[in-house]
């Protein structure tokens, strides 16, 4: 399984019967494809749609119905439209139940920089700075090392998307949460030790007696 | 609201004006009037659009040419040319959250002085804008936005300028129709009145100033 298969698997395992869920774009965008339909998520796309589905068949797409990135994109039965206000209301207002970004970096108190590199990368934070601040739960998906630089990393020297910690991160290697405001291992991916992860991460992890394998 | 030609629209606009504009990655943009802004040569404009789109489609037209002297937006990275632009300085970007940017669209639009926002506290984005609690909370204060002209796209536009709009692309087009001196819009399909029932109306035709012909 390749490095975002995993992570959008283990994404996907988080979401509950009924949640709306705002996914980013990149690998959060993969976790829709590991989604069963009989969890009856919802999938906002900030751009003002509730009840986000599949890319269309050649054909069938629509140039006014299209994604985050304007991507064409489907409605699915029950879907919502609304303009931009909303949009961010529903989003600021804690009305997401979970979203999943990308990231650049983490760092041990769970702080996400995820929206440019200054002199480099300047695209602007588009919505991500209004998701962290007001989704009710926050997920990375990201791989775990960028150029072979651990993206989990002791304090973030890029800039923050938000001063509000990220709940879970789901890497290519592990997940790790931040109870108490202390980045911890909760799971390893299959066939991965605790000593090969903490290798390969910057940021000091605090290991549960139990670390499990993730299971996908 | 009066029937114009696109090119009688933007006659109005004069260089160095401000210009919002709809849609979302050129989706729900008044692409007629990007077109007619170009063909005018416009320059100067103060821009206020989401994004920048993509190099050809919607804003990201204004930005093949010299038209554009400042933005405010939240999100550039997919128009590699108005990258280009804001990185040689021949045109300053003033990228804000997108939550703030259609709340404080929605303050001008509707006699509010701006809002009060926990996004962007303890990031780059609270310098020099002041922090105020409420209940124990800290929020920036982000002022209210204004244009002196919304160039606004809809899928159904009446006879007296009510609008309703479609898909995706309803987007920022309704609150920025609220928010500037001038609003001109173009639509996809005008009919007689009646058409839009009043309960789908979204935005009322006293709002509208201009309707662009169709044809």
């Known amino acids: ?216 | 609201m009066k029937a114009v030609s696109a090119e009688e629209a933007v006659a109005m606009i004069p260089n160095n004006a401000r210009v919002m504009v709809g849609g979302f990655m050129g989706v729900g943009t008044p692409e007629r009037l990007l077109d007619e802004l170009v063909r005018q040569n416009k320059s100067g404009l103060v821009l206020i659009s989401n994004d920048a789109a993509t190099p050809g489609k919607g804003v990201g037209k204004l930005f093949e040419g010299s038209h554009v002297s400042s933005m405010i937006g939240t999100h550039i990275g997919l128009n590699p040319k108005a990258q280009q632009q804001m990185l040689g300085k021949q045109i300053t970007v003033d990228l804000i959250p997108q939550g703030t940017f259609v709340e404080r669209i929605r303050a001008g639009g509707c006699g509010l002085g701006g809002v009060l926002t926990p996004t962007g506290v303890g990031t780059l984005v609270e310098e020099g804008k002041q922090k105020i609690e409420v209940n124990g909370k800290p929020y920036l204060l982000e002022t209210a936005l204004r244009a002196d002209f919304a160039l606004v796209h809809a899928f159904l536009a009446d006879y007296a300028g009510n609008l309703s709009y479609a898909l995706t692309a309803r987007n920022f087009n309704p609150v920025m129709a609220m928010a500037a001196d001038t609003v001109i819009v173009t639509a996809e399909h005008i009919v007689p009145v009646g058409v839009i029932a009043p309960d789908h109306v979204i935005t009322p035709g006293p709002l509208v100033d201009y309707l662009v012909a169709n044809g």
């Open chain 1, 1 to 216: 399984m390749d490095a975002q298969t995993i992570i959008a698997r283990r994404v996907a395992k988080e979401l509950r019967p009924g949640n709306l869920v705002n996914l980013g774009i990149g690998i959060p965008t993969l976790v829709a494809n590991y989604v069963p339909a009989e969890l009856k998520v919802f999938f906002q796309s900030e751009n003002g749609l509730i009840g986000t589905g599949p890319i269309p068949e050649q054909g069938m797409t629509h140039p006014l119905l299209t994604d985050a990135g304007g991507k064409p994109i489907s409605a699915l039965p029950g879907a919502a439209i609304f303009d931009s206000a909303m949009s961010f209301g529903l989003i600021r207002g804690g009305h997401v139940d979970i979203t999943v970004l990308g990231g650049l970096q983490v760092d041990a108190a769970g702080h996400l920089a995820n929206w440019m590199i200054p002199g480099k990368m300047v695209p602007g934070m588009g919505g991500a700075m209004d998701l962290v601040s007001g989704a009710k739960r926050v997920i990375v998906a990201m791989q775990h090392a960028a150029k072979g630089k651990s993206k989990i990393v002791a304090r973030c020297n890029l800039p923050l998307t938000s001063a509000r910690a990220v709940d879970l991160v789901v890497t290519d290697l592990a997940v790790i949460a931040f109870p108490g405001g202390n980045a911890t291992l909760l799971e390893t991916a299959p066939g991965l030790t605790v000593a090969e992860v903490l290798a390969v991460t910057d940021a000091e992890l605090t290991i549960p007696d139990a670390v499990p394998e993730m299971i996908l």
